[in-house]
């Protein structure tokens, strides 16, 4: 999950660059509840961890380097609203004891979770992709039997068609043998 969690104090920027020398970025979890619970199980973050998430003065809050999750107002620890703006840029944090996203100045230093390029901060959407898969099969298969049934009924009233307009038409009037005309009952 994490490729590096160090304690190194530093500024926001020291610290998305430090990750990007090794290949790695700061930690942008896919699903933000996972990542809190997975990092508050490890009792390891004893002081305020950077992660990926930032926002300039007057600007929305944004995941460096890809898309993450929205940022949600359940997300950030009690006293951290994302709302409260400031003239200085901001970034989040987690750490041990507060199960949610801290904000914090981005001058202060502070340590930093990195997170490997090509992975996810938690394994959420393997079983989600595999479930879709699933998901997406069976309704190709559903729909594959509900043609083959819907063409076999076109087959079966296309023979019960032809087979009609082969028959004689029976006249709704006969005769007798007088010749008279009666109607048929």
């Not at 595999?130 to 079966?156: D, E, H, N, P, R």
Request: aromatic residues 10%; charged residues 15%; proline residues 3%.
């Amino acid at each position: 999950m994490f490729s590096d969690i160090t304690a190194g104090l530093v500024d926001w920027t020291s610290a998305q660059e430090t990750c990007n020398q090794q290949g790695d970025m700061l930690a942008v979890p896919s699903d933000i509840m996972t990542f809190l619970n997975y990092t508050e199980s490890q009792n390891i973050l004893r002081l305020p961890y950077y992660i990926g998430g930032k926002r300039n003065s007057g600007s929305e809050w944004k995941w460096h380097g890809k898309i993450g999750p929205v940022f949600r107002n359940e997300y950030w620890t009690t006293g951290h609203s994302k709302d409260i703006d400031s003239t200085d840029s901001q970034c989040t944090s987690v750490l041990f004891g507060y199960k949610g996203l801290q904000k914090l100045f981005c001058s202060q230093s502070h340590g930093y979770i990195c997170q490997q390029l090509n992975q996810q901060c938690d394994t959420i959407y393997i079983p989600l992709l595999a479930s879709l898969i699933l998901l997406l099969l069976l309704l190709i298969i559903g729909l594959s039997v509900y043609v083959f049934i819907l063409k076999k009924k076109l087959q079966a009233s296309v023979v019960t068609t032809e087979k009609s307009s082969i028959l004689p038409v029976q006249s709704p009037m006969r005769y007798d043998s007088e010749n008279s005309l009666y109607e048929q009952l």
